[in-house]
């Protein structure tokens, strides 16, 4: 299983930029990376995806490096409503029948202050 | 369209009894997953399938079985419950980037059981 190593937690000022990092170094050619995060008490709802390019959506951004062996989630403007647990994994491209085993780590626990 | 619906969501059991906790998705998604959450953890992974009448193990498989008699459906048991299965149980299904969709994970709203 490709596995993904995020810091253990991080802190942002609110209206601040948050740059949350994932190293992925046994990326394959077809793995996409998704971007999931889990408020308190809810289930994880998914924030964006990417395979190559950067890309960007009303949520964050996300920048893939050229390599694809790491990626940054943004958060251009962090809000009091987006402390979460954010987690990083890699999705096969997958196809009918094939092994789909998605895993997830600890995430990273981005706290935000006032 | 009501996605991804996990029953039930409060559960209490005592040692030895057992139950089964119903995932239910309306988007046609050919992968389910069950995971657990403990206090302070992230996500586990215990059974996934890959199709209807195709089950797989995950991470942390002991204890529990599953079964996708229906395309829609996605059971999992606890045949002799445990306190150390006291968790909260997220369910969640997608379509992969192969077969059309993206690779996004739908969750359920989570099931919390506690085993006395």
């Known amino acids: 299983d490709a596995k993904t190593t995020q810091p253990n937690s991080m802190e942002s000022n609110e209206e601040e930029p948050v740059h949350l990092p994932c190293n992925h170094s046994?990326?394959?050619?077809?793995?996409?990376i998704h971007w999931y995060r889990q408020l308190p008490s809810q289930g994880p709802e998914y924030v964006i995806h990417?395979?190559?390019s950067n890309v960007n959506n009303r949520m964050a951004s996300l920048a893939i490096a050229e390599d694809r062996k790491s990626s940054t989630l943004i958060l251009h403007r962090a809000t009091l409503r987006d402390a979460a647990v954010y987690y990083c994994?890699?999705?096969?491209?997958?196809?009918?029948?094939?092994?789909?085993?998605?895993?997830f780590g600890k995430g990273t626990l981005l706290t935000v202050n006032p | 369209n009501a996605g991804v619906t996990q029953t039930p969501k409060f559960r209490v059991l005592k040692t030895g009894q057992s139950m089964t906790l119903l995932c239910a998705q309306d988007?046609?998604?050919?992968?389910m997953y069950w995971y657990r959450q403990d206090p302070g953890m992230g996500l586990r992974l215990i059974h996934y399938?890959?199709?209807?009448?195709?089950?797989a193990k995950g991470e942390v498989p002991d204890g529990y079985n599953v079964s996708r008699l229906k395309k829609q459906n996605f059971l999992l048991g606890l045949e002799s419950a445990a306190p150390s299965q006291t968790s909260v149980y997220f369910c969640?299904?997608?379509?992969?980037?192969?077969?059309?969709?993206?690779?996004?994970?739908?969750f359920g709203e989570g099931s919390r059981l506690t085993v006395l």
């Open positions: 988007m046609n998604h050919e992968y």
């Open positions: 994994i890699l999705t096969p491209r997958g196809s009918g029948g094939s092994n789909y085993k998605l895993t």
């Open positions: 399938s890959v199709g209807e009448g195709t089950t």
């Open positions: 046994t990326i394959s050619g077809t793995d996409y």
């Open positions: 990417g395979l190559t």
């Open positions: 969640a299904s997608t379509q992969t980037p192969g077969q059309g969709g993206n690779g996004e994970l739908f």
